[in-house]
């Protein structure tokens, strides 16, 4: 039962463009969403978080979205740079507990 | 300030052989996660750990697996008589675990496994 899903594995942008990254949840208990960024052969890293109470998170070039109704976030990054280029993951935590359930990832390559 | 340390980087072995994983997470951090990730998919949770605890396991964590934290530092996480599916990127965490939630997690960079 995928709790969280990134229909995308992938996605190219040229550089200095908007990048748009989706993620879709269907438990409704969820109540925090975080982005990670990982590299190959490096752990994921924190990028932006956003909480359930809120619907627009920003962090210099990124932005996360949350529809609730719609159960759905997204992540702006504008403009693209190549150093963007890496696997994005969607992570979900339910309230008072950390644990991160984490969709499958969307593969973002810029192209210069 | 050190971040999340996973030791080995990679390790490969033949199946049926026990392998052994160490974690030191950020010094002051009381939880600290396992996480397993497949090619092509996100981290699946493995276990977690309040300070020494063990608080919750996955159905994942078979019997051949064991993980400890003794006197809540460090973590170990053991797997006995290993098998070709348990060939994955073996990653830990660590939080604060203050209580009020909504907190992020910070990852090591991993332990690659190969089993053959």
């Known amino acids: 039962d995928q709790q969280v899903k990134q229909n995308s594995p992938s996605l190219s942008v040229q550089e200095g463009r908007i990048s748009i990254l989706n993620c879709d949840y269907t438990n409704s208990m969820f109540d925090y969403f975080l982005w990670y960024k990982k590299y190959p052969a490096e752990g994921p890293t924190f990028l932006i978080s956003?909480?359930?109470?809120?619907d627009k998170n920003e962090d210099g070039r990124f932005t996360v979205f949350l529809n609730k109704s719609a159960k759905h976030l997204s992540l702006h990054i504008v403009p693209s740079q190549p150093g963007d280029s890496a696997v994005y993951f969607c992570?979900?935590?339910?309230?008072?507990?950390?644990?991160?359930?984490f969709g499958t990832g969307t593969r973002l390559t810029i192209i210069p | 300030d050190t971040g999340v340390s996973q030791d080995p980087r990679h390790k490969i072995t033949k199946r049926g052989q026990n392998v052994t994983f160490r974690c030191d997470p950020i010094?002051?951090?009381?939880?600290l996660y396992w996480y397993r990730q497949t090619l092509g998919q996100g981290p699946e949770f493995l276990t977690y750990f309040q300070n020494e605890a063990q608080l919750e396991k996955s159905r994942l964590l078979s019997d051949r697996f064991s993980a400890e934290r003794p006197k809540g530092s460090f973590s170990t996480l053991e797997i006995q008589r290993t098998e070709q599916g348990d060939s994955a990127m073996y990653l830990c965490a660590s939080s604060p675990g203050t209580g009020g939630g909504n907190e992020k997690l910070f990852f090591g960079s991993g332990t690659q496994l190969s089993v053959l």
């Open positions: 956003i909480s359930s109470i809120k």
């Open positions: 992570a979900a935590s339910l309230f008072g507990n950390e644990k991160l359930t």
């Open positions: 010094s002051e951090h009381n939880r």
